[in-house]
T-cell receptor, first 115, second 115 residues
């Protein structure tokens, strides 16, 4: 069965420091992968997606993610974190091998930013 | 593009009562999804519609839950005889399935609290 694992429940970084959030997936075929961000009491905003092609994808707000098939990973990175990046981040894979299916989410990583 | 709209944003009710939530998708989107998110977890898929047809229901959708999308536009999710375990954020998402590159767009959710 498809699944997504986000090993880190909570991460704290200093403002201006670099960030990497880990995501591992289990999927039999080529996955469609997503990163969403959620602020408290809000819905989910798409940061970036990977469907095919270049394995390094750029997203909004200065985020990027790299798809590594050999490691079944899709880690999210940002070179310099801003206080406004504090939120919860969810990695997801699309069911049925395409963007048409429902999403399977990880449990999320909560990011705190120290001044 | 006004985004996905959900109403109400918050609902507090007593155990055993019925509740109904509404979702208005982005107007040209033919697919509509419902997810449930409990505290500390990622969203979990409940059901989805293609136009007015309900195409898939998760095992999480017990017989106390019913969803409709009568004219292929807005959707309602009803929970009958609510239980403590129904307390969660209910998220709606929509997309245009004819555009394979398009991801799901989420609303801000309805937070349900059962007293």
């Amino acid at each position: 069965a498809q699944s997504v694992t986000q090993p880190d429940i909570h991460i704290t970084v200093s403002e201006g420091a670099s960030l990497e959030l880990r995501c591992n997936y289990s999927y039999g075929a080529t996955p469609y992968l997503f990163w969403y961000v959620q602020s408290p009491g809000q819905g989910l905003q798409l940061l970036l997606k990977y469907f095919s092609g270049d394995t390094l994808v750029q997203g909004i707000k200065g985020f990027e993610a790299e798809f590594k098939r050999s490691q079944s990973s899709f880690n999210l990175r940002k070179p310099s974190v801003h206080w406004s990046d504090a939120a919860e981040y969810f990695c997801a894979v699309s069911n049925y091998g395409g963007s048409q299916g429902n999403l399977i989410f990880g449990k999320g990583t909560k990011l705190s930013v120290k001044p | 593009d006004t985004g996905v709209s959900q109403d109400p944003r918050h609902k507090i009710t007593k155990r055993g009562q019925n509740v109904t939530f509404r979702c208005d998708p982005i107007s040209e989107h033919n697919r509509l999804y419902w997810y449930r998110q409990t505290l500390g977890q990622g969203p979990e898929f409940l059901t989805y519609f293609q136009n007015e047809a309900q195409l898939e229901k998760s095992r999480l959708l017990s017989d106390r839950f019913s969803a409709e999308r009568p004219k292929g536009s807005f959707s309602t999710l009803e929970i009958q005889r609510t239980e403590q375990g129904d307390s969660a954020m209910y998220l709606c998402a929509s997309r245009d399935s004819y555009d394979s590159n398009q991801p799901q767009h989420f609303g801000d959710g309805t937070r349900l609290s059962i007293l």
